[in-house]
């Protein structure tokens, strides 16, 4: 989840958080549209096996590296990776909720943010089965869409271009919701394509789950390689028959193309790979319905333009359900899950629900009690989540030290109450650029104006 070095970003509005008026509690579910599917959206567990209350501090969990835990609950520490019991608290709610959803998509990093010395190929396999198996639990019937994550590998980060251990033992944990197709591709790659068909819709929903873990900075196995595990001429041939067809497209990954929105200028991953997804997303922008990332830990939205700066598609960075940070972070983030609303006609995305757990009230009451902290379209009055709708919203963020401004960085992390209040008059340190959230590859080259 660190910033890592980048370039030049494709004309991209990239990175611009959701800004929202926390709800005082959820609604018993969304309001009734007609012709409206619901989908879940998880990403980043980070399961902490480790995780135990103890008076010794330094020694609560791995993933706080030796740092004392900050106030360790049954629920996690904000210098901690997840607790079973958190994560078990998500899956939960989510069911509990009574949400009437056609299926879940998980966008990967199940392991815990500990050096590569106290994991091994044995151990995050073993995780990533354990959080596959307890997904299935809680939601037997449901048809779940998953993507790996970095951590989803040992070492981290360096995911391979052929088939491995990890990516045959993955395969068999995720059999139960792919079909044999999906499954020898995602052996071959750690990536695969699978169309959801459902009685509610006229038409089939291709999710295409890509593995942009081959792309990331930090990956040394596909350094100088032109298009690791051709994932790339893959892409472009399924996206191909797609437009021939005229199926809808959901992309779903680990890692997002575009800016980070903690960095200036800096791409999540290398700066070729990120030009060449762009340029691909662009040219089948018609039949993408919508992306779907994770790995920042950040509540964030991105608009892809196109040549002429028009905008074409919307992409989705979730939130994570770990509340980990370093120590050297200002904030966290509470844990978060998220629920959308989309189109069953052309699958064009309509809301979006964000729902949050606070971590210190949950631990200081010993139990969990999600909530709902904001509903989108209600939030920025905008019409759905469209393109051309998000697009609007981008433009109000414009003015990054403005009111508006700090109330979106508010709600960035999923609220916590790290930031300073002085009186009525709320305080916020600004960690990263401010003008990474609003760019586009043209004011880039020419600086903010």
Known sequence: MEPRRGGRAARLTLGLALLCSALEAAPAGPQPRSAVGKFWHVSDLHLDPTYHITPDRTKVCSSSKGANASNPGPFGDFLCDSPYQLILSAFAFMKDSKQQVSFMIWTGDSPPHVPVKELSTKLVISIIGNMSSTIRNFFPDLQVFPALGNHDYWPQDQLPVTTSEVYNAVADFWKPWLTDEAISTFRKGGFYTQLFESSDSSQPLRIISLNTNLYYSPNSVTVNITDPANQFAWLEGILEACSQKEEKVYIIGHVPIGYLPYARNTTAIREYYNERLVKIFRKYSSVIAGQFFGHTHRDSIMVLLDEEEKPVNSLFVAPAVTPVKNVWQM???????????????????????????????????????????????????????????????????????????????????????????????????????????????????????
């Open 331 to 449: 904030e966290s983030n509470n844990p978060g899950v998220r629920l959308y609303q989309y189109d069953l006609l052309d699958y064009s995305l309509l809301d979006l629900w964000q729902f949050y757990l606070d971590l210190r009230d949950a631990n200081k009451k010993n139990e969990s009690n999600w909530k709902l902290e904001y509903i989108l379209t209600k939030a920025y009055g905008i019409e759905d989540l469209k393109p051309e709708s998000l697009y609007e919203m981008a433009k109000q963020l414009s003015m990054p030290h403005s009111t508006l401004f700090e109330q979106y960085y508010s709600n960035f992390i999923v609220p916590t109450l790290f930031l300073h209040g002085s009186g009525n008059v709320l305080k916020v340190s600004y960690p990263f650029p401010t003008e990474a959230f609003l760019m586009t590859h043209r004011k880039h080259q020419r600086g903010m104006t």
